[in-house]
Each structure stands twice: as structure tokens, then as C-alpha cells.
């Protein structure tokens, strides 16, 4: 993964940035340590029009259908000029509690799309399960389909054209992985240690290990 803040390569189980420092405890003094509720849509912002939502809702579930170990959840709003979008989206996947989803779908198996309309950024952030099949330059392809349409503030159009190129990144890597197990589990990172992206697991969760975890995501 990429620091936050700093943008340097770091591995997942680090505690910080070994580059800069930056930890989760620099995302809570940022905005807050306490766990946000959340839907997996959740349009702060206002910025889906009538009809707008349900498209989104049925890209979402679209993913969560075919690959119902991860979920999709998308977040809008203004998040003034102190936030950075990464920071934000790191430090939102590691505090929501979303209420739509059951208790066991664990934080680590999300993908997490933020926009900020009034900063015009977006940005894509994914739990540490999804480690062995997305890569950050697979996120940055996601939101370059859905740039031009954001650009003329058609936001439910961007969202549901990102989403649709994830959905086909992640059946390409399944196919990979069906053909090729050995190779992803190799991938597979040690328990993530204090700090890591995604630690907190949703109570309720059974207990099984991040290698049997992650290489069950995209059977």
C-alpha cells in the first residue's frame, strides 16, 4: 500500500510510515476516533439526483452478488479544506460501522469510493483482504473511467462507470486466481498489526485468520 500522506510504498503491517510517520492515531486527530454509522451509500453531499440512487444501489449490488465475500460503498461530502481525500478514506474505512451490512462482512473486505464535490476529488481505498487482487494502480483506473463524467458533475454516471470497470478488475483476477491459487496465496500478507489499514474487525465476526480470509474473497 501508499501512505496517506506521504504516498511511499509501506507494507501493510506496518504500525506507521516508516517515511514520515503517519499512523491511524494522525487520521483520529483529524477527524475524530470514534466509529461512524454509515450506510454503504451514504450521499452526504446531496449531489445524486432523483433516480440517481437506485442506479448506484444496483451497481453495488452487483458486485456484492457475484463476490458476496467484499461489498462496494460509496461516500460523498464536503470535506473542507483541512481533509487530504486519502487520509480521509483511509481513516472512514477503518470507523464505519455500516449498518446494512450483516455482521459478518468484515471491514478488511470492503472497497471504499469517497468524492468530495466541492474539492473535485475522489479517491478509492480497499481493506487489506483485497490485498492479493487489487493493486492501487487498478483504483487509479477506476476513477480515470469515471473522471469526464464527474467533470460535468454527472456524479451517478461516474460512480456506476468506476464500478463497472472494478467489477470486470476483480472477475479477471478470480479467473487468475481459480487457474493460479498457489500465486495468490503467496500474496497473502501476515495479521495486520495495530495501525494497519482496516484493523478493526465488527464484533460478532467469527475468528479465522487474514490467510483464510483473504483467500476466500474471490472464489
Given amino acids: 500500500m501508499k501512505c496517506p500522506r506521504c504516498v511511499q510504498r509501506i507494507h501493510r503491517a506496518a504500525a506507521s510510515c516508516p517515511h514520515c510517520g503517519f499512523s491511524i492515531a494522525d487520521a483520529d486527530g483529524r477527524f475524530g476516533s470514534e466509529e461512524v454509522s454509515l450506510r454503504c451509500l451514504t450521499d452526504s453531499a446531496g449531489i445524486l439526483r432523483r433516480g440517481d440512487r437506485e442506479r448506484v444501489e444496483a451497481a453495488m449490488a452487483r458486485i456484492s452478488r457475484r463476490f458476496p465475500q467484499i461489498f462496494v460503498a460509496v461516500y460523498t461530502g464536503a470535506l473542507g479544506e483541512v481533509a487530504n481525500i486519502r487520509q480521509f478514506?483511509?481513516?472512514?474505512?477503518?470507523?464505519?460501522?455500516?449498518?446494512?451490512l450483516p455482521l459478518d462482512k468484515p471491514n478488511e473486505a470492503g472497497i471504499l469510493l469517497t468524492?468530495?464535490?466541492?474539492?473535485?476529488?475522489?479517491?478509492?481505498?480497499?481493506?487489506?483482504?483485497?490485498?492479493?487482487?487489487?493493486?492501487?494502480?487498478d483504483t487509479f483506473e477506476c476513477l480515470s473511467r469515471a473522471h469526464a463524467h464527474w467533470l460535468e458533475e454527472h456524479y451517478a454516471d461516474g460512480v456506476i462507470k468506476a464500478l463497472f470497470h472494478l467489477e470486470g478488475i476483480l472477475c479477471k483476477r478470480s479467473r487468475q486466481a481459480r487457474r493460479d491459487p498457489e500465486h495468490f496465496q503467496r500474496k497473502v500478507l501476515p495479521p495486520a498489526m495495530m495501525g494497519d489499514l482496516v484493523r478493526?474487525?465488527?464484533?460478532?465476526?467469527?475468528?479465522?485468520?487474514?490467510?483464510?480470509?483473504?483467500?476466500?474473497?474471490?472464489?
Fill in 89 to 100: 478514506g483511509f481513516w472512514l474505512l477503518n470507523r464505519s460501522a455500516f449498518e446494512d
Fill in 200 to 219: 478493526r474487525i465488527r464484533a460478532g465476526h467469527r475468528n479465522v485468520s487474514t490467510e483464510e480470509q483473504a483467500a476466500e474473497v474471490l472464489k
Fill in 115 to 137: 468524492i468530495d464535490p466541492e474539492s473535485k476529488a475522489a479517491g478509492m481505498v480497499f481493506g487489506y483482504l483485497l490485498d492479493p487482487y487489487l493493486e492501487e494502480s
